[in-house]
């Protein structure tokens, strides 16, 4: 079975400049998620989809954080403007949503440095 | 907002020991899940213990849960080298919004 893939693998953008991330989560996962992971903390979620409706977006800046999952498969996240806290690795998630068991597979993450 | 702290923040020890790290969490959880997460690698999921259960097991692996004192610990037995990474529990609380801990850091030494 594919895990869940991402891309680019890592990115540097100047400060202000816009970026793009791009997951495909493993196949018929229905919910999938989106991680922030600065340098020495845990993963913070920032948004969760389950197919393509949000279920949990309250930690996403959304004054430069977007997120969008079309026809319930594949999701970017894109971050405009970008500022030197965002830099950090963002993680995809998905999982089948199996209620009560909720394993989540994680992608290797796209690391941003923003400068 | 981090819901799990880990203790400790960073662990050495030789091959072949034991590992011991706890979390603590501040409110009611659905279950509690351990990831490890390897230098520059996602994170893989370990064990999963719901609210009601006390102990549960998975190779080298023992996960316990106390949520009357709301803390859980993993103990890995007969460390290896490649057990070295970085542990996190996380908590869910509900709807499977996984909310992670700061992680304990594991060294082990050959």
């Known amino acids: 079975e594919a895990g869940v893939a991402q891309s680019p693998r890592y990115k540097i953008i100047e400060k202000r400049q816009s970026v793009a991330f791009w997951c495909n989560p493993i196949?018929?996962?229905?919910?999938l998620y989106w991680y922030q992971q600065i340098l020495g903390q845990g993963p913070k979620l920032l948004i969760q989809f389950q197919n393509n409706g949000v279920v949990d977006d309250s930690q996403l800046p959304k004054d430069r954080f977007s997120a969008e999952r079309l026809k319930g498969v594949d999701s970017t996240l894109k971050i405009q403007p970008a500022k030197l806290e965002d830099s950090a690795v963002y993680l995809c998630a998905s999982s089948s949503g199996t209620p009560s068991y909720n394993e989540q597979f994680f992608g290797p993450g796209t690391r941003l440095t923003v400068l | 907002s981090q819901q799990g702290e880990e203790d400790p923040q960073a662990l050495s020890i030789q091959e072949g020991e034991n590992a011991t790290m706890n979390c603590s969490y501040k409110?009611?959880?659905?279950?509690l899940q351990w990831y490890r997460q390897n230098s520059g690698r996602g994170l893989v999921h370990l064990i999963l213990i719901r609210s009601n259960e006390r102990e549960k097991h998975s190779g080298r692996l023992r996960v316990t849960l106390d949520t009357s004192k709301k803390s859980s610990s993993l103990l890995i037995t007969a460390s290896r080298a490649a057990d070295t990474a970085s542990y996190f529990c996380a908590t869910d609380n509900q709807g499977g919004k996984l909310i992670f801990g700061q992680g304990t850091e594991l060294s082990v030494k050959p």
């Open positions: 409110t009611s959880i659905n279950n």
């Open positions: 196949s018929g996962h229905a919910t």
